[in-house]
């Protein structure tokens, strides 16, 4: 009898999976040879489930591994991604990736990414797409404005100015005066943007600098630091393929997101339905309210009697947006400002230059003693600096904290080409476009154009600011939101955030650099592509990201 159940049993097994078992053989095997980017040329796989990835997403490897790509293959080069199922097109020309960032309608985030962001930090401005990512940055853009971007500029020099005071403190106390005092930047800058877009995005005081026991900055740390840079590669591709599989079987990581959130949705929340309430309270006596922050003008925006009801977005859309702007105000910018001073420390004439530079402009009057209105001007002293310019310039162009993008195709479409394009079998093609199927990746390789040889010149890959004085006329034809760089992408899914952040990067930069000298240590920093490209000690990588210099006053 039990033989005669297993019988059954297998042979219910096997006839429910042979249809699943032909449906994944034809994926895996039989559509990929319909590809139309099959026809082009590209690196070799070694065996079946061999892949390209790791060429292009380390970044100790990628430069070399895209200039390879381009002298060999051309600049359209069709690699591998997870498996023989998944042949993505890497465009390495300006007019292809112009054209995939241009329709962001048609060139999608992939479900994949979604995914893993929105278990992350919900479904804001960085997960969502079409109509909705529409109705979200329609009512995320009043509050970008340049005008309510300036009156975040007082909030911006007081957190810095603190930063700098902090670290006074730190340098005295260590009695080294001599040679400076070693301090992970890495660490202090991200607590100091952490206070900037906690006091800019909803008027909340994390107190960061001083200390770090406030249980909202804990979760927000926690879960863009130890869940997302101390994940494993294995368990969250299964995670996203498989979402059960992490409920069944959580660890320590997934553990983490879920405190984190329910911290995140209590308090937060919390601070929403205040404001929601304040304004709407503002509304009925004819009084107003006078709320300044990213949270204050987002909820206006979407309370606006001029906004019809369906473009609105619901509160649960409002707590993900302000996520979204905690962690692109906070861990972007907090990892640009520490290359910079990264890159300054180890070109010590650089610094110099530009130190003497932010202290011609500086005023006689101590920072903290200015007034909103001061500040202001003095910052727009700062923005106008050209060395200043060209050191922020040239460090977000050397090292973008977004390293690379993917798109999906939603249909069958035709990219535009300016180069020739190369074929498998070793012709070359003159055809102006790329068919590309629904479904088919696109891997915009952010870092490679930013480091283009051809383009930017034999020293593309070297710290020159000088460049940006006499740049080479291919650069003018590169798309970017920001001097010809993508480092803030292009197109309608371009950096919203853009403006604050350079306001940030110079305010800190000119009160560290007129207070401080940074020079190197003796630990080997390297970059690694962990969600972003974060500073990690050779040796410390468990560590989690590091970017120890040796500060000492400036005299």
Not at 34 to 41: D, G, I, Q
Not at 106 to 135: D, F, N
């Amino acid at each position: 009898m039990p033989s005669t159940i297993l019988r059954v049993v297998f042979s219910v097994v096997f006839v429910a999976a042979t249809p699943l078992l032909g449906v994944g053989f034809y994926y895996v095997f039989i559509a990929p040879r319909f590809n139309p980017l099959r026809k082009l040329a590209g690196p070799p796989v070694r065996w079946l489930f061999d892949n390209h990835l790791s060429f292009l997403l380390n970044p100790y490897r990628s430069p070399k591994a895209h200039a390879t790509f381009v002298r060999k293959y051309g600049r359209h080069v069709r690699i591998r991604g997870l498996g023989p199922w998944d042949d993505r097109l890497l465009p390495l020309d300006p007019v292809s990736v112009a054209h995939v960032l241009k329709n962001s309608m048609v060139y999608e985030k992939p479900w994949q990414s979604r995914r893993l962001i929105t278990s992350l930090i919900g479904c804001g401005m960085l997960a969502a797409e079409g109509v909705v990512h529409k109705r979200q940055r329609r009512v995320a853009t009043p509050a970008f404005s340049i005008q309510n971007l300036r009156s975040f500029v007082p909030v911006v020099f007081t957190k810095g100015n603190e930063l700098r005071e902090k670290w006074c403190e730190m340098v005295d106390s260590s009695g080294n005066t001599s040679e400076g005092v070693k301090i992970d930047v890495c660490h202090w800058i991200s607590r100091a943007t952490f206070d900037v877009i906690g006091l800019a995005g909803f008027d909340y005081h994390f107190n960061a600098i001083q200390n770090e026991s406030d249980e909202l900055f804990h979760a927000y740390k926690e879960m863009f630091e130890i869940a997302v840079s101390q994940s494993n590669g294995l368990r969250t591709v299964i995670g996203i393929y498989i979402p059960l599989f992490n409920v069944i079987f959580p660890d320590e990581r997934v553990q983490t997101i879920k405190r984190c959130q329910e911290v995140i949705e209590r308090v937060a929340g919390k601070l929403i339905q205040q404001k929601k309430a304040r304004i709407l309270g503002g509304e009925e006596s004819g009084l107003g309210y006078a709320g300044k922050d990213l949270l204050d003008l987002l909820i206006q925006s979407n309370l606006a009697t001029d906004l019809p009801p369906d473009q609105r977005i619901s509160d649960a859309d409002i707590l993900h947006n302000i996520n979204t702007f905690m962690f692109a105000g906070s861990d972007t910018t907090s990892l640009a400002l520490t290359w910079t001073l990264y890159l300054l420390a180890k070109h010590p004439e650089v610094q110099r230059r530009l130190r003497a530079e932010l202290l011609e402009a500086a005023p006689a009057t101590p920072v903290s003693r200015l007034t909103s209105e001061e500040t202001e001007s003095l910052y727009n002293v700062l923005s106008n600096l050209p060395y200043l310019n060209d050191v922020v310039r040239e460090s977000l162009r050397l090292i973008p904290p977004v390293h690379s993008s993917l798109r999906v195709a939603t249909r069958d479409d035709e990219i535009p080409t300016s180069y020739p394009v190369r074929l498998l079998d070793g012709t070359i093609s003159d055809q102006k476009s790329i068919r590309i199927a629904k479904g088919t990746f696109v891997h915009v390789p952010i870092e490679a154009f930013n480091l283009d040889k051809e383009i930017w010149g034999e020293d593309a890959w070297d710290f020159n600011p000088d460049r940006w004085g006499t740049l080479p006329e291919a650069v003018s034809a590169l798309p970017g939101l920001f001097s010809n760089l993508l480092t803030f992408s292009a197109g309608p899914r371009s950096c919203i955030g853009m403006r604050f952040s350079m306001i940030e990067t110079k305010t800190f930069l000119c009160l560290l650099l007129t207070n401080f000298v940074f020079s190197e240590t003796d630990s080997e920093i390297f970059k690694a592509n962990v969600v972003l490209t974060r500073p990690y000690v050779t040796g410390q990588f468990k560590a989690g990201s590091q970017c120890p210099l040796l500060v000492e006053r400036y005299a």
